[in-house]
């Protein structure tokens, strides 16, 4: 096996000759026919161009994804310019073999100059690609589930969950592997590199889940159209969706989907990402409920609104990822049978951040200084974290002004996004840079007479 820090040689015997066989070749003609010429820079990584030609849906879904920007969208850009700053480049190639694993393999990470803005972080086309085809269907195996503990080797030989797959143009390798957890796991659990403090857990949060006993893994909800619902309990089986896995594979039961459908709304708005953005938006609502419960009265404490908050299709907690930054919070309001206003929490202030005393789920993490940040390499402690766990529930107790009485309308909703405006303002981003959707998971409403 290869190491991943062994350094990047040029095309190798078996990898100019995929590159031959691609260009050139003796393939059946259907499978000819749809050939691209070769992609690779120079290093043995093929551009996921190359694929595209015989593999077009897998390539059209993984291009509107994230895993296609995780090198260059602006949010990750301008935190991983922070990061190389403040470390004097130390955390360059740690973010980049997760975000650009071709980009640390090929050295073109850490950089030779230092960064000081968006764009400043230019790498050659295939490293650009992100998380990519080749990257990934040339996995071998891993040392850890966490911190980019893959081994990947490129070569002509693509590992997937196929069994009986036999391509002309390129070796496959049938690999179990493909329909694991610890495939994803590699990259979603992040510990802190010298503090080993958790910083995203998504990895473990699915270990410990109904979802893992009941064996429905990342790849069942992230690379299909998700769960169906079930007959009985509460959790279904996934959508299989017949086809073709190459343009000359033959008709199969299922192939999977390659959209790595998630939350992320702020780069939707792209033409290659209208359907990701329908997929995303599904897999919201899918993902959350509030329950306005009831309303109590104890002594010593007034009047409560008691409202319960589900995660009803999230494998992990809700949120997961780097909660350190994204912001799912509750907006209830309560008017009383007059239309007073008798409280509203959750609301925006004028530049957009939430105004202070809402319920926010977050991960909480402090530096050195013992400032709440969203730069979570600066992490010395976790101060708080308060998310829903999956299939669970979390109630919260909302105490009511002392005018509050008889009839009252109470109004809830559970909003997500990926970052707010003060996050963006740490990172550094310049302001009008990225635009961020607010999305509204789930909405309800509820006239409650006050005991
Ligand atoms: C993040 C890793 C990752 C990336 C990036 C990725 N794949 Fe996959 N691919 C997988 C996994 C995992 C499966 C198996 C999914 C399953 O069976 O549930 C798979 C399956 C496949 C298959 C087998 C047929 C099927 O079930 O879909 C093909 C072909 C394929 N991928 C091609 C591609 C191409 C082409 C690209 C780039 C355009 C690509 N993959 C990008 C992880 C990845
Ligand atoms: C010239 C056409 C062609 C090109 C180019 C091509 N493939 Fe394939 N690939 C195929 C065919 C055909 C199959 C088999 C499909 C089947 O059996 O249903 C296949 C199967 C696969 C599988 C499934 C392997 C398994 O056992 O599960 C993966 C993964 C894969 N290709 C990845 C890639 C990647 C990554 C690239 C780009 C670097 C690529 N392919 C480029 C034709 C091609
Ligand atoms: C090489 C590391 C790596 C591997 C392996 C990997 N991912 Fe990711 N994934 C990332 C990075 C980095 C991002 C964030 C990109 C960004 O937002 O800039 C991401 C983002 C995502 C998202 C979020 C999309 C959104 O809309 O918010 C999902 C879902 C996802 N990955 C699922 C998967 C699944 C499922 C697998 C396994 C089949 C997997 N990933 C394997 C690195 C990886
Ligand atoms: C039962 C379905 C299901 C399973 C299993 C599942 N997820 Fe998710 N995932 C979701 C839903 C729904 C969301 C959107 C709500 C949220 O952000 O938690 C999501 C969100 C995400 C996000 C985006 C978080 C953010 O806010 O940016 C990532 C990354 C992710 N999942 C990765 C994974 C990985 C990796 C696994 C396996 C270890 C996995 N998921 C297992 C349903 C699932
Ligand atoms: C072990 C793998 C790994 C390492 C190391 C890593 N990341 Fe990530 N990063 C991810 C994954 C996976 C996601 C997607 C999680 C989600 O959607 O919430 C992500 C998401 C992000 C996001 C959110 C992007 C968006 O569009 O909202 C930022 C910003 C980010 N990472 C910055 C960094 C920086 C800076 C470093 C280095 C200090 C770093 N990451 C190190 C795996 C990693």
């Known amino acids: 096996m290869l190491s991943l820090v062994r350094p990047a040689r040029t095309l190798g015997r078996r990898g100019a000759a995929f590159a031959a066989v691609i260009a050139t070749c003796a393939l059946p003609a259907s499978e000819a026919r749809q050939t691209p010429q070769a992609q690779d820079v120079g290093h043995q ?15 059209r879904q993984w291009r509107g994804s994230l895993h296609a920007l995780a090198h260059f969208e602006p949010i990750y850009d301008a935190y991983f310019i922070k990061a190389s700053q403040q470390s004097n480049k130390a955390l360059e190639p740690f973010c980049g073999r997760c975000h650009t694993p071709i980009g640390v393999r090929t050295k073109q990470i850490p950089f030779a100059r230092p960064l000081r803005k968006l764009g400043d972080t230019q790498v050659k086309p295939v490293a650009r690609e992100g998380v990519q085809c080749d990257f990934c269907h040339t996995i071998t195996g891993h040392t850890a589930v966490q911190n980019s503990g893959f081994v990947f080797s490129p070569s002509t030989i693509k590992r997937g969950p196929l069994a009986d797959a036999r391509p002309v143009s390129h070796q496959a390798k049938h690999d179990p592997a493909f329909r694991r957890a610890e495939l994803c796991g590699t990259c979603h659990q992040v510990v802190h590199p010298t503090n080993n403090i958790p910083l995203e857990t998504t990895y473990a949060e699915w270990k410990r889940s109904p979802y893992a006993k009941a064996g429905i893994v990342c790849q069942d909800c992230h690379m299909t159209a998700g ?5 009985s309990g509460p959790i279904g089986k996934p959508t299989r969706h017949p086809g073709q896995a190459a343009t000359t594979g033959k008709q199969r039961p299922h192939v999977s989907r390659h959209f790595f ?4 709304l702020v780069f939707a708005n792209r033409p290659e990402a209208a359907e990701l953005k329908r997929l995303s938006e599904a897999l919201l609502r899918r993902a959350g409920r509030v329950v306005i419960d009831e309303l109590t009265r104890t002594p010593g404490k007034g009047l409560q609104l008691v409202i319960q908050v589900r995660n009803t299709g999230a494998g992990h907690y809700l949120p997961t990822g780097v909660t350190e ?13 007059r239309g007073r206003v008798l409280l509203h929490s959750g609301a925006l202030d004028k530049k957009g951040n939430i105004k202070p005393g809402a319920v926010i789920y977050r991960t909480e993490v402090h530096d050195a200084a013992g400032r709440d940040t969203t730069l979570f390499w600066n992490t010395v402690k976790k101060a708080s974290d308060r998310r829903i766990p999956p299939l669970g529930a979390l109630l919260e107790y909302i105490p009511l002004p002392r005018a509050a009485r008889g009839k009252l309308t109470v109004e809830a909703a559970l909003h997500y996004r990926s970052v707010s405006p003060a996050g963006l303002a740490e990172a550094g981003l310049p302001p009008n840079t990225v635009t961020i959707p607010i999305f509204t998971i789930h909405r309800t409403k509820r006239t409650i007479s006050a005991p």
């Open 227 to 231: 769960l169906q619902a079930a007959a």
């Open 45 to 59: 990584h093929f551009s996921a161009k190359g694929c595209a030609g015989c593999h077009p849906q897998h390539y």
């Open 325 to 337: 930054i994204r912001q799912l919070w509750l907006e209830i309001k309560v008017t009383d049978a």
């Open 261 to 264: 459908v998630g939350p992320n």
